[in-house]
């Protein structure tokens, strides 16, 4: 089954490929899946090789770089199998830092050509380096190691990193004009190496049509840091983005009751939200306290369901509910429990009403609840990161948390890669 190439021209080259018949189908599938990666490795090494000079004296940066000598052996991994090239290095005359052209031409990541780290990062991003390699072996025939799937990943994460303030991505093409966008942010518990479970951030921005119909989402994540000031600037610098793009559309900020959310987000949105889940979490337990036990469970439910009808549908209806709490405190005899969790209600009511104008968002086609953000937290954060007794450094953690946000959010893996292969990235070679 072994492929050659058969004829060459200026635009292409033809490989020829034997395939043997089989009785088994999954066989001659096994079989031809062998046959075509070994054409894919002929392919690619002739496809790499057009990236080299003749060895010639060539100029970068208006120096003068040549040769050395013969030609230096470098294995390459690509989606196919592993390819060994000779090719030329350069470096000036006074020695020092080398020059590759084949490697920064054919945008070589580390030892892999960028489609096969597109595909392992890939990859990464939603599974372990165990579950990678027991993927590409199993369904690509491509067995390799583990630390060869964690580098090109780390790499590819750098690059990520290194270029988030240089690369703007578009927004795709939404399938109605944009009605109104939302900003939320929240935080989960990631197990890190160092010092335990700390707060990882992640970060969401929502584009909505005109009847409130999620249309986009963009994602960010951070690992823990002290201070939150790395994830505040990436995430700040995305939501000024999405501003300067939509400036006359109005902004929601939604998240918790947590101060820090609400000092980020009071100067970057137009309106701002407490989450309607955590609002309503408050009525159930002042519900709780006030129709307390088995024998006022019909009551209870009664209570929290026209509360929550009136918060949503009712002008003015939280400011109605809080003066009902405050009364019904004022009148009625409770257990300090139950007084404690009405105190609480009330407080939080009073504390946050401005942002609870739940009515207006609704009437508007405005979202009130933060679901998409703490879904978020679920399926960025915990869903990659919490498998078993999982633990992270820093470094591996902010590679997968960038990667796996530009995988998740529409079109940016995508985007991603074009540019790498427009720009590509020197250091990464």
């Not at 004829?7 to 899946?33: N, T, V, W």
């Not at 942010?185 to 909505?208: H, K, P, Q, V, Y």
């Not at 869903?383 to 796996?404: E, F, H, N, P, S």
Request: charged share 25%; net charge neutral; glycine share 10%.
């Amino acid at each position: 089954m072994l492929a050659t190439i058969v004829s060459r021209s200026e635009k292409s080259f033809k490989i020829e490929l034997e395939i043997p018949y089989s009785r088994a189908m999954l066989d001659a599938e096994e079989g031809l899946q062998r046959g075509l990666n070994g054409a894919g490795v002929v392919g690619t090494r002739e496809l790499l090789s057009q990236f080299d000079t003749d060895g010639s004296p060539i100029s970068v940066g208006g120096m003068k770089l040549t040769a050395k000598g013969e030609k230096e052996s470098k294995e390459f991994q690509s989606p196919y199998g592993a390819i060994a090239i000779d090719r030329h290095v350069y470096q000036t005359s006074a020695g020092g830092t080398t020059y590759v052209p084949l490697d920064i031409g054919a945008r070589v990541i580390g030892t892999s050509t960028p489609k096969f780290a597109k595909m392992v990062s890939s990859k990464y991003s939603c599974d372990g380096a165990p579950g990678v390699q027991r993927d590409l072996a199993e369904n690509h025939n491509r067995a390799v190691a583990l630390s060869f799937i964690k580098n090109i990943s780390d790499l590819v994460g750098a690059i990520a990193v290194a270029k988030e303030e240089d690369w703007i991505y578009q927004l795709p093409e939404m399938p109605r004009p944009v009605g109104c966008i939302s900003v939320g942010l929240d935080g989960t518990c990631l197990n890190m190496m160092d010092d335990g479970w700390r707060e990882a951030m992640c970060g969401t921005i929502s584009f909505f049509d005109r009847k409130g119909e999620r249309m986009h989402t963009i994602y960010s994540g951070a690992s823990p840091e002290y201070g939150k000031d790395k994830f505040i600037k990436k995430f700040g610098d995305a939501v000024d983005n999405v501003i300067e793009l939509f400036p006359k559309t109005p902004i929601v900020g939604l998240a918790d009751g947590a101060a820090s959310n609400w000092s980020f987000l009071g100067d970057k949105v137009d309106i701002l939200t407490i989450d309607f889940w955590h609002f309503s979490e408050y009525l159930a337990k002042a519900a709780a306290a006030m129709f307390p036990g088995k024998a006022n469970a019909d009551e209870r439910e009664q209570w929290l369901e026209d509360s929550c009808h009136k918060a949503k549908h009712n002008v003015g209806g939280v400011s109605r509910i809080l003066n009902e709490l405050v009364l019904f405190a004022g009148e009625r005899r409770m257990t300090q429990a139950n007084r404690s969790d009405l105190d609480a209600t009330i407080t939080y009511l009073t504390n946050h009403k401005a942002k609870m104008r739940y009515y207006k968002n609704v009437e508007d086609h405005m979202p009130i609840g933060s679901g998409v953000t703490e879904a978020a937290c679920k399926t960025l954060v915990k869903q990659r990161m919490c498998k078993g007794a999982a633990r992270w450094k820093d470094q591996g953690a902010t590679v997968v948390l960038t990667i796996r946000s530009l995988h998740m959010t529409q079109e940016r893996w995508g985007q991603f890669w074009k540019k790498y292969s427009q720009y590509g990235y020197q250091e990464a070679a």
